[in-house]
């Protein structure tokens, strides 16, 4: 087996089992201490690949995965894109609704002024899990299969990282919701990352800000089910179909693209 497949599946085993194992304590506990694992849980793909990382080739390789935080140096366009992009599908598939429907559907309460300071807030924290998904494992699933089967597997991967949200109702408003709709979403999702990932010299920042404009424009148009208790199911809402559609025609685009790309020199530089 090759080594950066060896390396891979060792960060995905190890990954899920501290993610798994401190959501599972954080969901048996009371009291404000119960949030600690949680974090835990939440940061567990920059540790892994960290500690992986270290194993590997030392301080110089940890040093160098760290540095792609600190890419900036970047065209404004990818800024802009990274932010807007989710959201401008989200509106999209306001107006695919409108037509379809014939009645546009429920918009989400947040001043876009909040959005933003909450992107601006919250993209230093997504250097947590873009660490681990982006930085480390991404390059080498990349040298293996190519950069668009490996945006996909990362995605799938991604996706079912965050299955114990779905059945805890702590966890937010992904409880009861549709994983097969999350799953669907996150993977297009995924693949637009990569795609930007590539096209900005493997920036942690850029897919790092990509990922806090997720988080926090995805409710302009909620997708939502309210009241839904079957995370198995396929029953969601006409606009969170109409989203992984849309996600999939851009994503396809993304994959064309990236037929011939890889992001091997990437993980070779996280080696050196």
């Not at 497949?5 to 959501?23: D, E, G, K, N, P």
């Not at 609704?97 to 947040?110: C, L, Y």
């Not at 996706?159 to 408003?173: E, K, M, Q, R, Y």
């Not at 198995?232 to 037929?259: K, P």
Request: charged content about 10%.
């Amino acid at each position: 087996m090759p080594s950066v497949l060896r390396q891979s599946i060792a960060f995905f085993v190890l990954t899920y089992a501290v993610t798994w194992s401190m959501w599972f304590a954080w969901a048996q506990m009371a009291g404000a201490g119960r949030w600690f694992p949680f974090y835990v849980g939440v940061f567990a793909p920059a540790l892994v690949a960290l500690g992986l990382t270290w194993k590997e080739k030392g301080e110089p390789g940890v040093r160098a995965l760290l540095a792609r935080i600190f890419r900036w140096q970047v065209n404004g366009r990818w800024y802009l894109f990274a932010i807007v992009y989710l959201a401008t599908i989200k509106l999209l598939a306001a107006v695919a609704h409108r037509a379809i429907a014939g009645e546009w559907p429920r918009f989400g309460p947040e001043p876009w002024l909040f959005m933003v300071a909450a992107i601006l807030i919250s993209t230093w924290v997504q250097a947590g899990e873009e660490l681990g998904w982006r930085g480390y494992a991404m390059p080498r699933l990349s040298a293996r299969f190519g950069l668009g089967a490996a945006s996909v597997i990362v995605g799938i991967l991604w996706a079912s990282w965050h299955l114990p949200l779905f059945f805890n109702p702590a966890g937010g408003d992904t409880y009861g919701q549709s994983f097969p709709l999350y799953l669907s979403q996150v993977t297009a999702v995924s693949v637009a990352m990569a795609w930007l990932y590539w096209r900005t010299g493997g920036s942690l920042l850029l897919v790092m800000l990509f990922h806090a404009a997720v988080n926090n424009t995805k409710d302009i148009v909620p997708s939502a089910v309210p009241g839904a208790t079957n995370s198995l199911s396929f029953n969601a809402s006409l606009v969170g179909w109409l989203t992984v559609v849309l996600l999939w025609i851009c994503a396809a685009w993304f994959l064309v693209r990236m037929r011939h790309a890889t992001l091997e020199l990437l993980a070779e530089r996280s080696e050196a």
